[in-house]
């Protein structure tokens, strides 16, 4: 069902689009910490959603990137799920001491001895910051909003889907997108993307990725429960000594209108590759279009002026 889709502030999405009584918004929380990297919602999204493999650049096969662990680099045309494996070097609690009751490990790796070294000298080389990505389902969809065919629709559930079978490829979504999201296959020229499992969820049944996660890394439900949990786990991380906990997508007065998918992360936004401040690409597009109405008039103004001045002469 296509509708209207507001530009900016807090909305309920799926009424905006002109649902009547729609159920409750759904959506993901992906809490980082407990992520351990195993991929396995990689495997059953592409499972379920019977997506190609991933080509590794220059081979005709898939397999490891030759960097870290992560053997997909990105979310694409045919990876709607990303497991990101971030390396980061941190400091030795000698210069560094751990917080008093807290051991000197960090979340996503263990602290590692040096061989002949005494308790007292253990150390942290690297820590891996592990997050699985997705599409965001923004409140404020940029994607939705530029697509000439009515291919992406806003469904009853909140999120943003792709009807491929009537996508001209004209791409127009994909440099429209403020997360990089979305994509198109070489191939067809079609674009695809994370569908939040919309078949699943009109079976009532949540969907693949979530139900494969192991450590409920990946949190499936109302959206209001989501950002109520997400609210308390960033509470009890603090309480604890993990004072770099915070939530990314979940404020309804960002730029975006807050996100359908949201995230714990344990740094910065630009560290897992996100943007620190992402604003729906088409919030000013009416604007623009008055001010290019304005200009528009003025020319001609301008032109009907000077030929009735040329007349006169």
Not at 13 to 18: N, Q, R, T
Not at 36 to 55: F, Y
């Amino acid at each position: 069902m296509t509708g209207r889709n507001s530009l900016y502030g807090p909305v309920d999405p799926a009424p905006d689009a002109g649902y009547v009584d729609p159920p409750a918004r759904k959506g993901f929380f992906t809490d980082t910490s407990v992520c351990i990297g195993c991929k396995a919602c990689e495997v059953a999204c592409k499972e379920w959603n019977l997506l190609p493999a991933d080509d590794v650049a220059g081979t005709d096969h898939p397999g490891l990137l030759g960097m870290s662990y992560d053997n997909t680099g990105a979310l694409g045309a045919s990876t709607w799920r990303h497991v990101a494996f971030i390396e980061q070097p941190m400091p030795s609690p000698a210069a560094a001491p751990a917080p008093p009751g807290r051991a000197p490990e960090f979340l996503g790796m263990p602290a590692t001895t040096l061989p002949g070294a005494s308790r007292e000298h253990q150390r942290t080389d690297l820590r891996w910051l592990m997050s699985s990505d997705v599409c965001k389902h923004c409140t404020h969809a940029a994607c939705l909003d530029v697509c000439p065919t009515g291919s992406l629709f806003r469904t009853e559930f909140g999120t943003v889907v792709v009807q491929q079978d009537i996508c001209n490829g004209c791409g127009y979504c994909v440099s429209a997108c403020p997360y990089g999201v979305i994509d198109r296959r070489e191939d067809d020229g079609r674009a695809w993307k994370c569908t939040l499992c919309y078949d699943r969820l009109k079976g009532n049944l949540q969907p693949a990725c979530a139900t494969a996660c192991p450590t409920q890394s990946i949190q499936f439900g109302d959206l209001d429960d989501l950002r109520e949990r997400a609210v308390r786990r960033v509470d009890e991380l603090h309480g604890t000594g993990v004072t770099e906990a915070r939530l990314y997508g979940h404020d309804e007065n960002d730029g975006v209108g807050g996100d359908g998918a949201f995230f714990l992360l344990l740094d910065e936004p630009e560290v897992y590759g996100l943007p620190p401040d992402p604003v729906v690409t088409t919030r000013d597009l009416p604007d623009m279009w008055r001010r290019a109405a304005v200009a528009g008039a003025a020319m001609v103004a301008a032109t009907v002026a000077a030929f009735a001045a040329g007349s006169r002469r």
